[in-house]
């Protein structure tokens, strides 16, 4: 096989991997193709979104970012990272021992400094884990000590700071 049929190959195989990566974002946020595009008032046709899930298509690193704005997620995450290429779901499956459900939507409705830093802080897990369902977010019983003290009270009291805030999940 010569070095340009090599080259065509891997760039099909990563077109692949794109695409199943798109395909997790947008499942995560729970939309379908279609919802995608009358959500995006024709932006992203459902054909054309589906042709680049499937790997059948190339995105421009333009439209990427407009995909990226759309999802409400860092660019970087549409792209799959060197140790894990497109699994996007199996990163939300080992969340290890669960502390909390924040409700994110209502978070962000929230005003004041303490909501600010919550927020920024629950983005960089986001980012993290790789999750960007955008509604709620498991938070582990390692993440607590660091909300604490953003919600400036002791670990044991976090639970009920975030009840008060109204920001605990069912």
């Not at 939300?92 to 939507?105: K, Q, V």
């Not at 962000?108 to 629950?122: D, F, H, K, Q, V």
Request: with cysteine; proline share 4%; aromatic share 4%.
């Amino acid at each position: 096989m010569s070095d340009e049929t090599m080259d065509e190959a891997a760039q099909v195989a990563y077109g692949k991997v794109v695409g199943e990566r798109l395909r997790a974002i947008r499942r995560q946020k729970r939309l379908s193709l279609q919802d995608v595009e009358s959500d995006s008032d024709q932006e992203f046709k459902a054909s054309v979104l589906g042709a680049y899930e499937r790997g059948e298509r190339s995105i421009s690193v333009p439209r990427l970012q407009r995909l990226a704005r759309f999802y409400r997620v860092p660019v970087d995450q549409l792209l799959p990272g060197e140790d894990d290429p497109a699994d996007a779901e199996g990163a939300r499956r080992d969340n290890g021992p669960e502390a909390a459900r924040i409700d994110l939507a209502k978070l962000e409705s929230l005003p004041g400094t303490e909501a600010t830093m919550l927020a920024r802080y629950l983005k960089m897990i986001q980012v993290q884990r790789g999750d960007f369902n955008g509604r709620v977010l498991t938070i582990r019983r390692d993440d607590v000590r660091a909300i604490a003290c953003i919600l400036g009270v002791g670990e044991e009291a976090a639970d009920e700071r975030l009840d008060e805030l109204g920001l605990r999940s069912a």
